[in-house]
């Protein structure tokens, strides 16, 4: 089955710098690959996604890469802020099937 | 327009009891998600449900858990006897159309006593 492994488990961030997290997947036919952002208490709630036909979107500050080759993607965070603070999750979706398989996460400390 | 629905947000339950835990999809989505997330770890599938019918239970353990979605009505996640080891938020999520979007609910936070 599919395996997602995310880097780095923590990272702590001055606020206004940058910061970048990886995943990498296993299955070269996954096709969809979602970032959620999950506070403490909370639900996760999807930041960005890209598809396997892009290799690249952006909204305002928040940024996804897809290296489709080398099977990875990188979630970009540009002049973070304190509010940005919340665990990252990337996921995985498969040709032909609807699960989401996730990365173990991402603690993203923004400090003023 | 509303988000996921889940109920309820807090469950308390001892040893061998049953848990019900309830989720309404956003309106419109016909497609709906059970994953569960244990304490300072990611979120892991369950299963995936269309009105009536199960799709993939590959994630749901054998015994003891078990899922719907009526016709009528939310879906509903059913596990009998609990044991410590389930105590964990449970999340829903829902989507239009397979291969879409998923939108999670609030969680259901399922402690056993």
């Known amino acids: 089955g599919e395996n997602v492994e995310q880097h780095p488990s923590t990272l702590s961030v001055q606020e206004g710098d940058s910061a970048v997290i990886k995943c990498t997947y296993s299955?070269?036919?996954?096709?969809?690959f979602p970032w959620y952002k999950q506070e403490l208490g909370k639900r996760p709630q999807l930041i960005i996604d890209?598809?396997?036909?892009?290799g690249e979107k952006k909204d305002q500050r928040i940024a996804v890469t897809l290296n489709k080759t080398a099977k990875h993607f990188s979630l970009h965070i540009t002049e973070t802020q304190p509010e940005d603070s919340a665990v990252y999750f990337c996921?995985?979706?498969?040709?032909?099937?609807?699960?989401?398989?996730f990365g173990t996460g991402t603690r993203l400390l923004v400090s003023p | 327009n509303a988000g996921v629905m889940q109920n309820p947000r807090h469950l308390v339950r001892r040893r061998g009891q049953e848990a019900r835990l309830r989720c309404s999809p956003m309106?419109?989505?016909?497609?709906v998600y059970w994953y569960r997330q244990l304490p300072e770890e990611g979120l892991k599938f369950m299963v995936y449900?269309?009105?009536?019918?199960?799709?993939?239970e590959s994630g749901m353990p054998k015994e003891r858990f078990s899922a719907e979605f009526p016709k009528e009505g939310p879906s509903i996640l059913r596990i009998q006897q609990v044991v410590r080891g389930d105590s964990a938020a449970y999340f829903c999520?829902?989507?239009?159309?397979?291969?879409?979007?998923?939108?999670f609910g609030p969680g259901t936070r399922l402690t056993v006593l």
């Open positions: 999520a829902s989507s239009p159309a397979s291969q879409e979007t998923q939108y």
């Open positions: 299955d070269s036919a996954s096709n969809y």
């Open positions: 890209i598809r396997s036909n892009v």
């Open positions: 996921a995985v979706q498969g040709a032909g099937f609807q699960k989401l398989v």
């Open positions: 309106k419109g989505h016909s497609h």
């Open positions: 449900l269309q009105k009536e019918n199960i799709i993939d």
